[in-house]
């Protein structure tokens, strides 16, 4: 759902950058508690809370690359917000995913520059408002267990994309810059958006239930998870007697120092086979925004990229012929660079964090 230059005119997309540049000075504030409080859930510090928000939004940024089929010419990828909002925090997500819009638009010439504050208010905010809000609601309503976290993250993701639809059209309705009827491109994009979030919500849930699996201390959207103690007897997993449960609950959580570095490596490779490998195989067919954009005539005054020229354009190594190595070789370098400078945003957001608290504790003195 990248947005080009040239669909929504000038004045809405100044109005969508300022709104954009506003939320992400709002998600800066907000990822300053939910860093130092994952450090704490965690008990990893923020030296290593950050880095892992930092491989969420490389990790974004590979799946983003995998283009599925969803329908006759037309395939979806994944937005992202869901999972970011539920992996870090609703604000961390908003962050994370706007630096991966940031490094595809200057690096890829994927989604105008122009545009970007338009991406960023579609991609970025809506998907995690509208996910999170959905998430939290049924997490209310659902047992407390680890399958209604992945329930709900299947739901929120699910609504997610169709939401992002709807804003785009909102701001069509605003700024768009061709005459088509807005009733026909409400249900275009709703239409293949739906579809779409089918599959977000795949993705989105199997990745949170991975993670639950191996390190559910590490999942946001799962803090304070009421899990049963277990106890391994004749190679099965029972329940434990309620007099153990309540001893374990009595002492610190064993898990509570365990390394985040054997999930950050996972994590990483996965993020680096998926963009550098998997991505060849993905769906050549345009996206929703793409496919509906040509059948209705949206793009009729699409400007050619300020980074077209870029080395990088088009997820390809400019001067290396092969089309597998050139693009897995820029798959590769793009997750590495959004690696390095989503942690780097992280490192210093969750720093100012601790200079805060440090300085109310003086001052409590």
């Known amino acids: 759902m ?12 100044i109005a969508a950058g300022v709104a954009a540049a506003g939320a ?75 630096v991966v819009l940031l490094m595809q638009g200057v690096l890829f010439a994927d989604g ?45 993701a699910l609504l997610s994309v169709p939401g992002a639809a709807v804003m785009f059209t909102l701001l069509y309705a605003l700024g768009g810059t061709t005459d088509v009827p807005l009733g026909k491109v409400l249900t275009a994009m709703v239409g293949v958006h739906v579809l ?82 998997v991505s060849f195989y993905a769906s050549a067919s345009p996206d929703g925004l793409e496919k509906v954009a040509a059948d209705k005539g949206i793009d009729q005054n699409v400007k050619e990229h300020a980074a077209a020229d870029s080395p990088l354009a088009d997820y390809s190594v400019k001067d290396v012929g092969d089309a597998r190595l050139s693009g897995g070789l820029a798959g590769v370098i793009g997750v590495g660079a959004t690696a390095a400078v989503a942690a780097g945003i992280f490192w210093t957001v969750r720093r100012r964090r601790a200079q805060d608290l440090t300085a109310a504790s003086t001052s409590a003195v």
């Open 112 to 156: 105008g520059l122009t545009a970007l504050g338009v991406n960023v208010m579609n991609m970025a905010v809506v998907t995690v408002v509208v996910a999170y809000a959905v998430f939290r609601g049924l997490l209310k309503l659902l047992p407390d267990t680890r399958r209604s976290v992945t329930v709900a993250a299947f739901a929120g």
């Open 196 to 277: 779409i979030g089918i599959g977000e919500a795949a993705i989105t849930a199997a990745t949170v239930g991975a993670v639950l699996a191996v390190r559910p201390d590490l999942v946001h959207g799962a803090r304070g998870l009421a899990a049963p103690l277990k106890l391994r007897i004749g190679g099965e997993l029972v329940d434990a007697p309620a007099a153990a449960a309540a001893a374990a609950a009595a002492v610190p959580a064993a898990g509570a120092a365990r390394s985040t570095k054997p999930v950050w490596i996972t994590g990483l490779a996965a993020a680096l086979v998926l963009a550098g490998f």
């Open 24 to 98: 992400v000075a709002v998600s800066l504030r907000g990822a300053r508690r939910e860093l130092g409080g994952a450090s704490q859930a965690a008990g990893s510090g923020g030296e290593k809370a950050a880095p892992l928000a930092g491989l969420v939004a490389a990790f974004i940024f590979a799946v983003q690359m995998l283009n599925f089929p969803v329908a006759a010419g037309t395939s979806g990828h994944l937005l992202g917000g869901a999972l970011a909002a539920i992996l870090v925090g609703p604000y961390t997500g908003v962050l994370c995913v706007s």
């Open 2 to 13: 990248h947005v080009p230059d040239g669909f929504i005119d000038a004045p809405v997309s």
